[in-house]
Nanobody, 115 residues
Framework: QVQLVESGGGLVQTGGSLRLSCAASRGILSMKSMGWYRQAPGKQRELVATITSVGSTHYADSVKGRFTISRDNAKNTVYLQCNNLKPEDTALYYC?????????WGQGTQVTVSS
C-alpha cells in the first residue's frame, strides 16, 4: 500500500506558475513510474506527465515546454513545475504511482487559472 499526498495547487492568473508536490508514504524507486494526471469538470482524467524509475519523462502535447516533472528519491517526492499556466490548465491534479500490477492515486490538488 502506498499513500500519496498532493500539495501546491491554488489560484493563479494566466501566465503564472505553480509547483505541485506529491509525497509518497514509501520508496518511489520501487515504482515502475510516477505521474501526474488531471481532470477538468465534465471531462475525463488525462495524463499530464510521467517519470520512470530511471528518470525518463513523458509529457502530454498540451503541456510540453511549460511543465516539468521531476523526482527526489531521497524524499519520496515527485514534483510538477507548471509555468505559463493557461485557463485550460484548470483542473484537479492527481498524483499516480504505477506499481506494475496496481495503480495508486492521491486525493488531488486543485489548480485554477484565471484569465
Amino acid at each position: 500500500q502506498v499513500q500519496l499526498v498532493e500539495s501546491g495547487g491554488g489560484l493563479v492568473q494566466t501566465g503564472g506558475s505553480l509547483r505541485l508536490s506529491c509525497a509518497a508514504s514509501r520508496g518511489i524507486l520501487s515504482m515502475k513510474s510516477m505521474g501526474w494526471y488531471r481532470q477538468a469538470p465534465g471531462k475525463q482524467r488525462e495524463l499530464v506527465a510521467t517519470i520512470t524509475s530511471v528518470g525518463s519523462t513523458h509529457y502530454a502535447d498540451s503541456v510540453k515546454g511549460r511543465f516539468t516533472i521531476s523526482r527526489d528519491n531521497a524524499k519520496n517526492t515527485v514534483y510538477l513545475q507548471c509555468n505559463n499556466l493557461k485557463p485550460e490548465d484548470t483542473a484537479l491534479y492527481y498524483c499516480n504511482a504505477d506499481a506494475f500490477i496496481i495503480d495508486y492515486w492521491g486525493q488531488g490538488t486543485q489548480v485554477t487559472v484565471s484569465s
